[in-house]
């Protein structure tokens, strides 16, 4: 008997059966096409655009479905049950990360534009932040784009990495230094901005990164040599983009903490039918002590994570700033998931290091959860600062983004 959620309604539940559908019948059958190739087609984004999925959180005024939060965490979880790392990664940057900061504070004219071709899955979008010698210090960001003097222009001069989707993305959200543009900078987080790029621009040079996991998906380092974007790109206000990144890194986070659980817990269904399949000494590996005993820690783990994220996105869609939450949950949950499937591989024996099961790919696809969207060691000193320094946070966006 199912029991009734706190979270989740009838609506809910149907909406996840058509999901799961999905994901079932026309992503996992491509499995390892996609993986062989390192590419996603852009005719499984068409096809979740048409479905409605890449609009959730979005405004119907731009083809969005504007769902409440529960539905993106139904759509984020069974995306995780694909049992592809990258697939799922490409996606929730896509609608989560990258077209999110055009929602939030974009103008009209590049809601037009960006907004309504990615919520259709006409074009693909990536998310630009991270730079080859900056890591995980947003503040210590060095591409520049330089404001034109005839102020009809960036200049942006520049590199890129670790970027999802930037190889066959069609455009990105990216994190410049306007503090040299304008004689306002605002000090060292204040000179930040994001504009959006077309990444077929003269200028721009796409390298394909070659990653342990993440087949499917394609990441790429990005190199920008006098790239000309119109100054209308600009997204929400000049030196503001930091404040952006912050709020937005919350949503990040939280979403890469729903789809960890989910992920642990496709592990976990993997191994609960291989106990029931295999046999070892005249009976079946499921009824020895020692491997029932740590599915059942290996459960009680995933539980508790599940629990801590569903209150932290209950807390999210009260308009709370959570930045602590969101950080302990994706913290927890990404640690939680890299344990969970390193036991359960254990449980396939030398099957487990064999392509030919999910879990081997699984194994590969994990590692990076606890450095991507903010390390381990990040989340941690966001934490403390919280905790032990009292550091608190406030709203960023306050509707003077997309005025004018």
């Known amino acids: 008997m199912k029991r009734p959620s706190l979270y989740f309604t009838e609506a809910h539940d149907l909406f996840r059966q058509s999901?799961?559908?999905?994901?079932?019948?026309?992503?996992?059958?491509?499995?390892?096409?996609?993986?062989?190739?390192?590419?996603?087609?852009?005719?499984?984004?068409q096809r979740m655009g048409e479905l409605g999925y890449l609009g959730l959180p979005f405004?119907?005024?731009?083809?969005?479905?504007?769902?409440?939060?529960?539905?993106?965490v139904v759509f984020l979880e069974e995306l995780a049950r694909c049992?592809?790392?990258?697939?799922?990664?490409?996606?929730?940057?896509?609608?989560?990360?990258?077209?999110?900061?055009?929602?939030?504070?974009?103008?009209?004219?590049?809601?037009?534009?960006?907004?309504?071709?990615?919520?259709?899955?006409?074009?693909?979008?990536?998310?630009?932040?991270?730079?080859?010698?900056?890591?995980?210090?947003?503040?210590?960001?060095?591409?520049?784009?330089?404001?034109?003097?005839?102020?009809?222009?960036?200049?942006?001069?520049?590199?890129?990495?670790?970027i999802s989707n930037g190889t066959y993305g069609d455009f990105a959200t990216l994190v410049v230094k306007t503090g040299g543009a304008t004689s306002d900078t605002g000090g060292k987080s204040g000179g930040l901005s994001l504009l959006v790029v077309d990444l077929d621009s003269v200028g721009i040079t796409?390298?394909?990164?070659?990653?342990?996991?993440?087949?499917?998906?394609?990441?790429a380092e990005i190199h920008f040599d006098d790239v000309r974007v119109p100054a209308d790109n600009l997204i929400g206000q000049l030196n503001k983009g930091f404040y952006y990144l912050m709020e937005s890194l919350q949503l990040e986070r939280?979403?890469?903490a729903v789809m960890a659980v989910s992920g642990a817990q496709q592990a976990l269904d993997w191994t609960l039918a291989y106990l029931n399949e295999r046999e070892a000494f005249g009976r079946k590996i499921g009824t020895f002590q020692a491997i029932r005993h740590k599915i059942a820690d290996v459960a009680t783990e995933i539980e508790m994570a599940r629990q801590f994220v569903y209150h932290t996105c209950w807390l999210y869609t009260q308009g709370d700033v959570v930045v602590k939450e969101c950080s302990m949950a994706k913290l927890a949950a990404s640690e939680m998931q890299k344990r969970v499937v390193d036991t359960c591989l254990q449980f396939f024996g030398g099957y487990g290091y064999?392509?030919?099961?999910?879990?081997?790919?699984?194994?590969?696809?994990?590692?990076?959860?606890?450095?991507?969207?903010?390390?381990?060691?990040?989340?941690?000193?966001?934490?403390?600062?919280?905790?032990?320094?009292?550091?608190?946070?406030?709203?960023v966006y306050d509707g003077a983004e997309t005025k004018a």
């Open 83 to 162: 049992g592809m790392g990258g697939f799922t990664t490409a996606v929730s940057v896509h609608e989560y990360m990258a077209i999110n900061h055009i929602s939030k504070a974009g103008s009209y004219a590049l809601k037009q534009r960006y907004l309504i071709p990615a919520i259709a899955g006409e074009k693909v979008a990536a998310l630009a932040i991270t730079e080859p010698d900056t890591g995980s210090d947003v503040s210590a960001i060095r591409t520049t784009a330089i404001l034109t003097e005839a102020g009809d222009a960036f200049i942006v001069n520049g590199a890129k990495t670790f």
């Open 59 to 72: 405004p119907e005024e731009f083809g969005g479905v504007d769902a409440d939060f529960w539905y993106s």
């Open 19 to 45: 999901v799961r559908q999905f994901i079932e019948t026309e992503v996992v059958p491509h499995t390892d096409e996609w993986e062989t190739n390192r590419r996603i087609p852009l005719s499984v984004f």
């Open 354 to 395: 064999m392509e030919d099961y999910p879990i081997a790919r699984a194994y590969r696809d994990v590692r990076v959860g606890t450095i991507a969207g903010g390390s381990s060691e990040i989340m941690r000193e966001i934490i403390s600062r919280i905790v032990v320094d009292a550091v608190a946070y406030k709203p």
């Open 206 to 219: 796409r390298t394909k990164l070659n990653k342990i996991g993440w087949h499917s998906s394609d990441t």
């Open 254 to 256: 939280l979403v890469a």
